[in-house]
């Protein structure tokens, strides 16, 4: 296994947090440091200007949402729960997570097109479930179900399913934004069956602002389309829709292979960036987009040559509003595994890269909101 830590930084002025001295940027009081569940990371003259916010790397919950799950809850609702199979990881809030504990839920994954050719089925519902664990809920291999839009039969499997799991009560579909959960209505709706005198209606949902589809299920049940939750820690959140147009994936990803050692980094574009800081060689499998460009370099190169090369946009994509490593959170991984173990690396909404990991030690640069993460692989190898 590996340590995963943050470098801590002051989120307004972007300086390191450091409590050694005072006069220097970045001072904080030494317990904000020490203090692992400290949600504020900002130097103390920042904060003493009563220029804070909070420093959260999970995406922005809509709290007329978290009533429209309550309700859910309290009446023993089905929950349906879509996930982009390509990039979910980072998608769990865990104030969604707590509030759904012990409902049924039954998750749904799209975009299984999207995986490299060859993905087994029964491997990624499994690498689902795990996910949901590790994100707190109690999923097994058999409450997820992939769908494929074009194949009539996985669609009549899972809406019937979901007709034997509500047990006379309400259904709530459920997920982020670009999940696919339009996708998945409109894909139930091609072999719907109206068996109630109520018509399918876009609403406000009760009590609420939020728009809702109702799709009556029976006359005393309905099928509520929520809306997406939002991916505000994703890389796609940051992008124009030029830039999001030409690395949103559509088609199959194709795998590219690329390597660094000690004292080198990997350049995503003008996206992120992994460096290798101690260990051995380690050989990524990169699962972009392929017009992300992958760039191999220098450690010290990410302020003299990263931030100048995003600058001019000659690192495809660039990101604009990067103009220096402060418009960046940098983390740090430690890898721990005794035996060399293969480890995925994966950055919200772009994509993962997958690895061989021997004690190595990672510094990973991404935008300021953006989550990432580490996991068993995704992708059998």
């Known amino acids: 296994m590996e340590q995963i830590s943050k470098v801590r930084k002051c989120y307004f002025c972007g300086a390191t947090l450091q409590s050694e001295d005072?006069?220097?940027?970045?001072?904080?009081?030494?317990?904000?440091?020490?203090?692992?569940?400290?949600?504020?990371?900002?130097?103390?003259?920042?904060?003493?200007?009563?220029?804070?916010?909070?420093?959260?790397?999970?995406p922005f919950i809509d709290y007329e949402f978290i009533d429209v799950l309550k309700e859910a809850k309290r009446d023993d609702c089905l929950l349906v729960y879509i996930v982009n199979l390509f990039s979910f990881e980072t998608s769990f809030s865990k104030e969604v997570i707590d509030l759904i504990q012990g409902m049924k839920i039954m998750v749904v994954g799209t975009k299984f097109d999207l995986?490299?050719?060859?993905?087994?089925?029964?491997?990624?519902?499994?690498?689902?479930?795990?996910?949901?664990?590790?994100?707190?809920?109690?999923?097994?291999?058999s409450d997820v179900y992939i769908i494929s839009y074009d194949d009539e039969d996985s669609v009549r499997e899972i809406l019937t399913r979901i007709f034997e799991l509500k047990n006379a009560k309400n259904v709530y579909v459920i997920g982020s934004e670009a999940s696919g959960k339009t996708a998945v209505i409109n894909s139930f709706l091609k072999i719907y069956s109206n068996l109630s005198n109520g018509n399918i209606v876009t609403c406000n949902y009760?009590?609420?602002?939020?728009?809702?589809?109702?799709?009556?299920?029976?006359?005393?049940?309905?099928?509520?389309?929520?809306?997406?939750?939002?991916?505000?820690?994703?890389i796609l959140f940051g992008l124009d829709a030029k830039t999001l147009r030409s690395i949103y994936l559509t088609e199959q990803v194709e795998p590219r292979e690329i390597s660094i050692t000690k004292g080198h980094s990997v350049f995503i574009g003008g996206l992120a960036i992994i460096e290798l800081l101690e260990g051995d060689k380690l050989e990524l499998t990169c699962y972009f987009h392929k017009n992300v460009q992958l760039n191999r370099s220098h450690v010290s190169d990410v302020e003299s040559?990263?931030?100048?090369?995003?600058?001019?946009?000659?690192?495809?994509?660039?990101?604009?509003?990067?103009?220096?490593?402060?418009?960046?959170?940098?983390?740090?991984?430690?890898?721990?595994?005794?035996?060399?173990?293969?480890?995925?690396?994966?950055?919200?909404?772009?994509?993962?890269?997958?690895?061989?990991?021997?004690?190595?030690?990672?510094?990973v640069y991404v935008p300021k909101g953006v989550s990432i993460y580490t996991s068993r692989p995704k992708i059998k190898r």
Request: hydrophobic share 35%; aromatic share 8%.
């Open 22 to 58: 005072p006069n220097k940027e970045g001072y904080v009081n030494p317990e904000v440091l020490e203090n692992p569940t400290q949600n504020f990371a900002f130097c103390q003259k920042c904060f003493e200007a009563e220029r804070f916010r909070a420093l959260s790397n999970e």
């Open 115 to 141: 995986l490299p050719k060859g993905t087994v089925k029964e491997d990624i519902q499994e690498y689902v479930a795990h996910r949901f664990r590790v994100a707190g809920l109690k999923i097994q291999a």
């Open 206 to 234: 009760k009590n609420t602002h939020l728009k809702v589809m109702q799709i009556p299920m029976t006359n005393k049940s309905s099928m509520y389309e929520t809306p997406g939750i939002s991916i505000t820690n994703s």
């Open 305 to 363: 040559k990263f931030i100048k090369l995003n600058k001019k946009g000659e690192l495809v994509p660039s990101l604009s509003k990067i103009k220096s490593t402060k418009d960046m959170e940098v983390f740090e991984i430690a890898m721990t595994n005794k035996t060399p173990t293969f480890r995925d690396l994966g950055f919200s909404g772009l994509g993962w890269v997958n690895m061989k990991a021997t004690n190595q030690k990672l510094r």
